[in-house]
């Protein structure tokens, strides 16, 4: 059954970032294999932030869920992009006393890799920020695009959107490939393109394969000390990627996604300022939550957690 974790926590390692889903340590390098180089614990908790904050309700399994999409995208893509993942098994890293089943499907050893400071969107439908972007400026991004597109229309070709980190709490913005290039360099800001276009059609042909529309996706690279590319963090998840039921899709509305949208609709009902903290869930919320992460688990990847 699946584990239900809120916040890890492991005596000994160092807590290099607690984000808004995933805590990461530092490994030491007696605990790893002589071969392996500076590594990294990461942990997908069961936390759920909407609306930039993150809510003090977990979803029972989420994370387990999330790192299990991920490590299946990881190596259905691994013949198109190299990825943080070392395979070095998570119970032979945790400090003593950890009950390793808490973590076994919730956590991966990593690289420690430089990220490269900007977010990498692919976007074959217009949508969410873009779609608003569009209706003020005609384009997404700096991307010009047709007159008169509709609301979740999909687009002749995907196109890359890059948008800035923002801190917790923060919002990210949309970014124009200039302004990346001028943050990260010319050839590196085109190596981060091409590998997201070329990561989001692969996937997005397989999804569609299995009745799903991935709309668009965000994904997070670094670089190693010899200037490799890999895609790391996490990927092609609920939580960073957009996934419609193909039967349920239809132009002109938002079709329902296998995501947080349940809490967020939810939220909009409450009479709640968009700030820390965050309200408490209904049960039937939290429920219905964690059935749809389920649902896309094991119609993407054919693996099911309960």
Not at 120 to 138: P, V
Not at 153 to 174: C, M, Q, R, Y
């Amino acid at each position: 059954m699946p584990t239900t974790l809120l916040q890890s926590d492991l005596p000994g390692l160092t807590l290099r970032h607690r984000g808004k889903v995933r805590d990461v340590f530092d490994l030491p390098r007696e605990a790893l294999p002589a071969d392996a180089g500076d590594c990294l614990l990461m942990v997908a908790t069961d936390r759920l932030s909407a609306f930039d904050v993150v809510l003090p309700d977990p979803i029972p399994g989420k994370g387990e869920m999330l790192c299990q999409i991920s490590n299946f995208w990881f190596d259905k893509t691994a013949h198109l992009m190299p990825n943080h993942l070392t395979g070095i098994e998570v119970a032979s890293v945790l400090p003593a006393g950890v009950d390793p089943a808490l973590y076994a499907r919730r956590a991966v050893v990593t690289k420690r890799l430089k990220p490269v400071p900007v977010e990498a969107i692919a976007r074959g439908y217009l949508i969410g920020s873009g779609w608003k972007d569009y209706q003020r400026t005609g384009a997404v991004s700096g991307i010009a695009l047709p007159d008169g597109l509709r609301q979740a229309e999909k687009l002749a070709e995907p196109i890359f959107t890059p948008s800035t980190k923002a801190a917790v709490g923060d919002h990210d913005e949309n970014i124009d490939f200039d302004a990346m290039v001028r943050t990260v360099g010319a050839d590196l800001a085109e190596r981060v393109r091409d590998a997201t276009l070329r990561l989001y059609r692969y996937a997005a042909d397989f999804a569609a394969e299995r009745g799903i529309l991935l709309a668009d996706t965000k994904f997070e690279f670094g670089t190693d000390a010899d200037g490799r590319l890999y895609v790391m963090d996490e990927m092609l998840t609920p939580d960073s990627s957009r996934y419609w039921p193909a039967d349920e899709y239809q132009v002109g509305t938002s079709p329902p996604s296998y995501d947080k949208q349940i809490v967020r609709d939810y939220l909009e009902t409450l009479d709640w300022g968009k700030t820390a903290p965050g309200p408490v869930l209904p049960p039937e919320v939290i429920e219905r939550t964690r059935a749809r992460y389920a649902e896309a688990l094991h119609k993407l990847a054919g693996i099911s957690l309960d």
